[in-house]
């Protein structure tokens, strides 16, 4: 049996995008119609396995509201990977991507994995006007390098649990491989001071 892996993530993006919404979905598989303006930052688990190895996600939700940034930011540092989520038909939410790829860069480790979700996209099933398209979203995450791009609804489900699947891929690939790089803790040589023998002096 493989010992747990354990991947702390973070949610980031704009108020009312729906953060909240997607962890729901994605570990509970519920969702709410109202929203509860999350407070500071909220906490949620789930284990899922990659390739047999099973991996506990450590997920942090944090408050899109400007009053709670200099909380938000203090989540960042220990952060394995941060999901970027905005809302597909507001484009503002898309426009302040930029800011939050600022604010991670400055408090994230250098390393951090980013994903890119644009959520809410059933709301263009049912009418409403789409203000950021699929491939202004792609392109987004090209040009930044992200580690990936989705979109979603966690009114609906689609593509939720794909995003978090694909996601933890991700880190694991990338756990994998600097565990290749970094070298095998060496065994511990003890060093003792020997007394050296006088040589018998010749005759
Ligand atoms: N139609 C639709 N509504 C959604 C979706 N996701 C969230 N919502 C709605 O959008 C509103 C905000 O969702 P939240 O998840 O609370 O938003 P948030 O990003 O966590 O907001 P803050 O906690 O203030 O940062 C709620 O009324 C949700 O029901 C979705 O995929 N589709
Ligand atoms: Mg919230």
Not at 11 to 35: A, Y
Not at 49 to 65: E, M, V, Y
Not at 126 to 133: H, K, L, P
Not at 145 to 153: C, N, V, Y
Request: proline letters at 2%; glycine letters at 6%.
């Amino acid at each position: 049996m493989e010992e747990e892996l354990l991947f702390r993530v973070i949610i980031v993006g704009d108020t009312g995008v729906g953060k909240s919404c997607v962890l729901l979905r994605f570990s509970e598989n519920i969702f709410k119609e109202q929203h509860n303006v999350t407070i500071g930052v909220e906490f949620g688990t789930k284990t899922v396995r990659i390739n047999d190895q099973p991996i506990k996600l450590q997920i942090w939700d944090t408050a899109g509201q400007e009053s709670f940034r200099s909380i938000t930011r203090s989540f960042y540092r220990r952060a394995d990977g941060v999901l970027l989520v905005y809302d597909t038909t507001a484009k503002h939410t898309f426009e302040n991507c930029e800011y939050w790829l600022d604010e991670i860069r400055q408090n994230a480790s250098a390393d951090v994995v980013l994903y890119l979700v644009a959520n809410q996209v059933d709301l263009i099933d049912s009418g409403e006007a789409r203000e950021v398209t699929t491939e202004e979203g792609r392109k987004f995450a090209e040009r930044h390098q992200l580690a990936g791009f989705k979109e979603t609804s966690a009114k609906s489900g689609l593509n939720v649990e794909e995003t978090f699947m694909d996601f933890t891929r991700v880190l694991y690939e990338r756990w994998k491989d600097r565990k290749e790089i970094e070298p095998a803790p060496q065994p511990k040589i003890e060093l003792r001071a020997t007394k050296l023998k006088k040589k018998k002096k010749c005759c």
